[in-house]
């Protein structure tokens, strides 16, 4: 009897599935290695204690198992950012019929997912192609700006007469409204489609680097420049389109060597003195406002009217409610595809709820919590109390401006609930992990999970 423990033992450890088992206290008795690496906790400190010390209850379907001792199949999972699973859990019951625990067993999709990674992109092909076909015309660039709503087709029309001519262009807009997207598009209905955009996010590059980054260097123009010289990104994007994303972040000295490349058409490398001519179309976006920054004397006007030759504005979702539908429904069809589940039914109440929220993240906010809801939502049919656990706990649709200070007390419990979130996701969900990084028991850091409402 013992040996064959002990050959169980061995076998259960070999399996590449995560395999967890608890008694009827909750308590771990085995967690085998695929288990380890899966959540990063060693058996040893995970070991006939209570699993909820170690994972928030809502996690773990083999406390559902206890509770129903009910089996459940093929549930989907993100234990961390990496990695997909899909859940088999069965209650364990001994000679008398009486539940003494429950077994859990983890697969691994990862690899299936990734696979389907690219199924999105290649939808979104596959509708311009349909469209293509149709109307047996060329594809319109902009049919990627998704929407009908009046304020999104001013900016598309006046876009579309952007892209006819040479002039530079500006594209202001509050963060994830597009304005890279409209950039791309503009290029792509433009004579220069054929030829390259270069994209350039001024706010990620290093101010000791955005000389080398934009214009290049000669070979030897300093230590550990490449021995060939480099093409700075301005100069890729010779014949074609240059966007520079967040050029409000451009240093004023930039500022003063890109306004000589608008007004003379050459650039100078890093080490060169004769100069090189370019033939470059500008789109630059920013959502700060470039007025108030040439008042405060950190952006140079006479870029700024360089830049602001053409200018559109990317209208905020809350401005472009009409699109809410529309656009939740092609979300949730791509992610439904992506990873391969039922996409749930939202109910009117709910998107009362959609339209009525303030959007401060605009269409990205929006598609990020469409794919939240394909990943976590195990409901076929949502309604408004289902939605309202998916948007932001700090945010609240049309929160009235009469509403009181918030209190230091309350200012003090933001500030925690959002280290605790940090640090989990730094420890991709290792409660045990977060804990000892955050200087307080696993008990206490379960306590104000439960108490914030964090998940995962």
Excluded at 52 to 67: H, R, S
Excluded at 143 to 155: A, C, F, M
Excluded at 297 to 312: A, G
């Amino acid at each position: 009897m013992i040996n064959d423990l002990f050959y169980l033992d061995a076998v259960l450890s070999s399996e590449d599935d995560a395999i967890t088992i608890v008694n009827n206290k909750k308590e771990v008795l085995f967690w085998n290695d695929a288990a380890i690496q899966t959540y990063n906790i060693p058996f040893e400190e995970i070991k006939n204690k209570p699993i909820t010390d170690f994972f928030y209850n809502d996690d773990l379907m083999v406390l559902k198992v206890l509770e129903t001792k009910e089996p459940v199949h093929n549930i989907y999972h993100r234990p961390r950012k990496d990695k997909h699973v899909v859940i088999n859990a069965t209650p364990i019951f001994d000679e008398a019929k009486q539940l003494i625990g429950a077994v859990s067993v983890e697969r691994d999709i990862t690899q299936i997912v990734k696979l389907n990674d690219n199924l999105e992109t290649t939808s979104a092909e596959l509708d311009e192609l349909r469209q293509k076909v149709n109307t047996n015309t060329e594809v319109n660039p902009f049919y990627k700006l998704k929407g009908k709503s009046i304020p999104l087709q001013q900016t598309i029309r006046i876009a579309h007469k952007a892209a006819k001519t040479e002039a530079t262009t500006l594209v202001l807009g509050e963060s994830g409204t597009g304005k890279e997207i409209c950039a791309r598009a503009i290029h792509e209905a433009s004579p220069r489609k054929d030829s390259p955009f270069i994209p350039v996010n001024c706010g990620a590059i290093p101010n000791a680097l955005f000389e080398s980054e934009l214009f290049g260097y000669e070979a030897g123009s300093f230590t550990g420049a490449d021995k060939k010289g480099k093409a700075g990104k301005i100069e890729m994007a010779d014949g074609g389109t240059l966007f520079l994303d967040e050029v409000g972040e451009l240093p004023l000295d930039m500022q003063v060597k890109l306004l000589r490349v608008l007004q003379e058409n050459s650039i100078y490398r890093i080490g060169d003195s004769t100069g090189k001519e370019v033939d470059v179309r500008f789109i630059a976006a920013t959502n700060q406002n470039l007025e108030q920054l040439m008042d405060e004397k950190k952006f140079r006007s006479d870029l700024f009217y360089r830049l602001n030759v053409i200018q559109l504005t990317m209208p905020p979702l809350r401005e472009r409610v009409d699109d809410i539908p529309e656009l939740t429904d092609l979300f949730l069809k791509q992610f439904s595809a992506k990873y391969q589940v039922a996409s749930p039914e939202i109910k009117a109440d709910a998107f009362q709820l959609l339209l009525q929220y303030n959007w401060p993240g605009n269409v990205r906010e929006l598609r990020n919590i469409m794919e939240r809801i394909i990943i976590l939502s195990e409901k076929p049919i949502m309604n408004k109390q289902d939605l309202i656990s998916y948007l932001p706990s700090t945010l609240h649709p049309h929160q009235s401006e009469a509403e009181p200070t918030p209190s230091l007390a309350g200012e003090k419990e933001n500030i925690e609930k959002q280290l605790i979130e940090e640090t989990l996701n730094q420890t991709n969900g290792n409660k045990s992990d977060a804990a000892r990084r955050l200087g307080i028991s696993r008990v206490t850091l379960y306590n104000k999970i439960k108490k914030y409402g964090i998940r995962g």
